[in-house]
Structure formats: structure tokens, C-alpha cells
Nanobody, 121 residues
Framework: QVRLVESGGGLVQPGGSLRLSCATS????????INWFRQAPGQDREGVIC????????YYTDSVKGRFTISRDNAKNTVYLQMNSLKPEDTAIYYC??????????????WGQGTQVTVSS
């Protein structure tokens, strides 16, 4: 059974940092790209960033370029989202999701349950 479990969310002040983790199991992690999506209150879910099996990064939204980075640890079947210089508009539930391919297609096969990130003073 495929499982994706996000952690690391919380309340942070503007300008602060958080690192989200996505621990996975139940599928061959090394063979699939992993996406991060987010959904702010009252808004549609949007793609944020993705990492391929070759560690190539794809940004789905320009607003996080230069602030967010993604990495993966194949030995731990885990993907990390490092978020720096956080802004109130980054407030959302963040979800990790498997891509059906080894590259970042933007499609999703399985979702995690999400972790709340709140940026506020």
C-alpha cells in the first residue's frame, strides 16, 4: 500500500524557514518523481515544486523560486522541501504526491494527507 506522510509544518513568522518532510513507503521510490502541492484557504490546489529521479528540480510556481528547494534521500525514501524567506501568502496545506513518471509531469498518482504551514506574525 502506497503511503506518503508529510511532517514539519507549523507556525512561522514572515522571513522564517521551515523544512517539510515526505516519508514514503509501499512503492519503488527510486523510480518516481515526487511533487509538492499546496492549497490555501478558499483557493484551488496548486503545484509548487517537483524533483525527478535524477534530482532535477521543476518549479510549478514562480513565486517560490529562489526561496524553496527540494531534495530527496533515496536511502530513506524521503523527500524534503526547504522553505526559506517565508511570506504570509505561503500559508497553505502542503501535500506531497507521487508523479506517475520518473520525470516531473505535474500529474499525480497518490497523495499524502498534508501538513499545515502558517506564516504569520
Amino acid at each position: 500500500q502506497v503511503r506518503l506522510v508529510e511532517s514539519g509544518g507549523g507556525l512561522v513568522q514572515p522571513g522564517g524557514s521551515l523544512r517539510l518532510s515526505c516519508a514514503t513507503s509501499g512503492f519503488p521510490f527510486n523510480y518516481y518523481a515526487i511533487n509538492w502541492f499546496r492549497q490555501a484557504p478558499g483557493q484551488d490546489r496548486e503545484g509548487v515544486i517537483c524533483i525527478s529521479t535524477n534530482d532535477d528540480t521543476t518549479y510549478y510556481t514562480d513565486s517560490v523560486k529562489g526561496r524553496f528547494t527540494i531534495s530527496r534521500d533515496n536511502a530513506k525514501n524521503t523527500v524534503y522541501l526547504q522553505m526559506n524567506s517565508l511570506k504570509p501568502e505561503d500559508t497553505a496545506i502542503y501535500y506531497c504526491a507521487t508523479d506517475p513518471y520518473f520525470y516531473c509531469s505535474g500529474s499525480v498518482h497518490d497523495w499524502g494527507q498534508g501538513t499545515q504551514v502558517t506564516v504569520s506574525s
